[in-house]
T-cell receptor, first 114, second 112 residues
Framework: GAGVSQSPSNKVTEKGKDVELRCDPI?????LYWYRQSLGQGLEFLIY????????KSGLPSDRFSAERTGGSVSTLTIQRTQQEDSAVYLC????????????FGPGTRLTVT | KQEVTQIPAALSVPEGENLVLNCSFT??????LQWFRQDPGKGLTSLLL?????REQTSGRLNASLDKSSGRSTLYIAASQPGDSATYLC???????????FGSGTRLSIRP
């Protein structure tokens, strides 16, 4: 079946603009996760959804970052007033149940803030 | 707080060699451990998931072992090929089960 998909694959934006990143999880997966990978850095957790609720949003770096999930499916990560330090690859993953289940990752969105 | 470490950060070996990648973790109370592969500019591909009750898992030329008591896992790659060149990451679920904690990865290069 189809895997996790993300769009756009690449996004270049000017500093100060808002961006939206989209994630389509595997059908039937109740859990959805956003991670960030900055150049030369490790993978950093951002937020976890279970259904449409976000019981763990502890990784969001500032209040410029927000995310929502609708219909227990698609999720959107929004970054307001983008800064150059927001440049990174944003990865989405999904799983059955919780993070104790196997996680399946999307191809990522490469965000460049100029 | 769980910490995951991978050594070495980079490894280069000639084609055909067998090799071992290492992953260590500080809290032995883990649910499972997952090994991923990441190609440059791409997402993560799950290679093997080994449950805490298991000692090893195999898939083709890959074998992952787990020793909870010593806080270690190894990924063994047999008869390495240039196509195995990638970054390999291990990851463990956080105690909250809301995220997985990644090691920093081992960048593997197989020389033809």
């Amino acid at each position: 079946g189809a895997g996790v998909s993300q769009s756009p694959s690449n996004k270049v934006t000017e500093k100060g603009k808002d961006v939206e990143l989209r994630c389509d999880p595997i059908s039937g997966h109740t859990a959805l996760y956003w991670y960030r990978q900055s150049l030369g850095q490790g993978l950093e957790f951002l937020i976890y959804f279970q259904g449409n609720s976000a019981p763990d949003k502890s990784g969001l770096p500032s209040d410029r970052f927000s995310a929502e999930r609708t219909g227990g499916s698609v999720s959107t990560l929004t970054i307001q007033r983008t800064q150059q330090e927001d440049s990174a690859v944003y990865l989405c993953a999904s799983s059955f149940g919780t993070a104790e289940e196997k996680q399946y990752f999307g191809p990522g969105t490469r965000l460049t803030v100029t | 707080k769980q910490e995951v470490t991978q050594i070495p950060a980079a490894l280069s070996v000639p084609e055909g060699e067998n090799l071992v990648l290492n992953c260590s973790f500080t809290d032995s109370a883990i649910y499972n451990l997952q090994w991923f592969r990441q190609d440059p500019g791409k997402g993560l591909t799950s290679l093997l998931l080994i449950q805490s009750s298991q000692r090893e898992q195999t898939s083709g030329r890959l074998n992952a072992s787990l020793d909870k008591s010593s806080g270690r896992s190894t990924l063994y790659i047999a008869a390495s090929q240039p196509g195995d060149s990638a970054t390999y990451l291990c990851a463990i679920p956080d105690s909250s089960a809301s995220k997985i904690i990644f090691g920093s990865g081992t960048r593997l290069s197989i020389r033809p």
